[in-house]
Antibody, heavy 122, light 106 residues
Framework: QVQLQESGPGLVKPSQTLSLTCTVSGGSISSGGYYWTWIRQHPGKGLEWIGYIFNNGATYYNPSLTSRVTISEDTSKNQFSLKLTSLIAADTAVYYC??????????????WGQGTLVTVSS | DIQMTQSPSSLAASVGDRVTITCRASQSISSALNWYQQKPGTAPRLLIYAASSLQSGVPLRFSGSGSGTEFTLTISSLQPEDFATYFCQQSYTTPRSFGPGTKVEI
């Protein structure tokens, strides 16, 4: 059974950089067929796709965030990470990591982390 | 970018009711449409993928249909545990995008 778990600070100051890590168990992030993804949900709102990493380090980001986002991986720890710079209050959200099935299969987010609330405030 | 809309934004229903939620895409997405259920304080749960395929472990009362730009999620007989918010999501292209959600309430 695949499990994902987010970790990182719950409170970050405006203008600072957010760093979150997703630890994956029950499957290797190095195996093909999956996009390892970050998604966020503003309080009481819908879901916003941030981006993914795949294929030994290739990435794709939402154009609305691309200037501030970096997704990376540490295959030795079976983890992938999110960095979001120049934080503003509007970045306050629950951040989820998720696995997207790909490569010959219908794409879908089949496993999610529990989510971590990040508040941007001084 | 592909914009997703849902209707209604919320609905009130009773146990045993048949419930239908509609999702529309701003352009054709073939059958690349997924449905998720979210309860307060928890992550979304995949219900339906590729417009009409039932995810493993999901009850048979959930079904999906549609293609192109219009899709529906149907709950044939609403159960107490089905009161939640439902999101559609297109997987046709990047950036991936979600509908705003439909809250199913008592």
């Amino acid at each position: 059974q695949v499990q994902l778990q987010e970790s990182g600070p719950g409170l970050v100051k405006p203008s600072q950089t957010l760093s979150l890590t997703c630890t994956v168990s029950g499957g290797s992030i190095s195996s093909g067929g999956y996009y390892w993804t970050w998604i966020r949900q503003h309080p009481g709102k819908g879901l916003e796709w941030i981006g993914y990493i795949f294929n030994n380090g290739a990435t794709y980001y939402n154009p609305s965030l691309t200037s501030r986002v970096t997704i990376s991986e540490d295959t030795s720890k079976n983890q992938f990470s999110l960095k979001l710079t120049s934080l503003i209050a509007a970045d306050t959200a629950v951040y989820y990591c998720a696995r997207e099935v790909n490569y010959g299969e219908p794409r879908r987010f089949d496993y999610w982390g529990q989510g971590t609330l990040v508040t941007v405030s001084s | 970018d592909i914009q997703m809309t849902q209707s209604p934004s919320s609905l009130a229903a009773s146990v045993g009711d048949r419930v239908t939620i509609t999702c529309r895409a701003s352009q054709s997405i073939s059958s690349a449409l997924n449905w998720y259920q979210q309860k307060p304080g928890t992550a979304p749960r995949l219900l339906i993928y590729a417009a009409s395929s039932l995810q493993s472990g999901v009850p048979l009362r959930f079904s999906g249909s549609g293609s192109g730009t219009e899709f529906t999620l149907t709950i044939s007989s609403l159960q107490p545990e089905d009161f939640a918010t439902y999101f559609c999501q297109q997987s046709y292209t990047t950036p991936r995008s979600f509908g705003p959600g439909t809250k199913v309430e008592i």
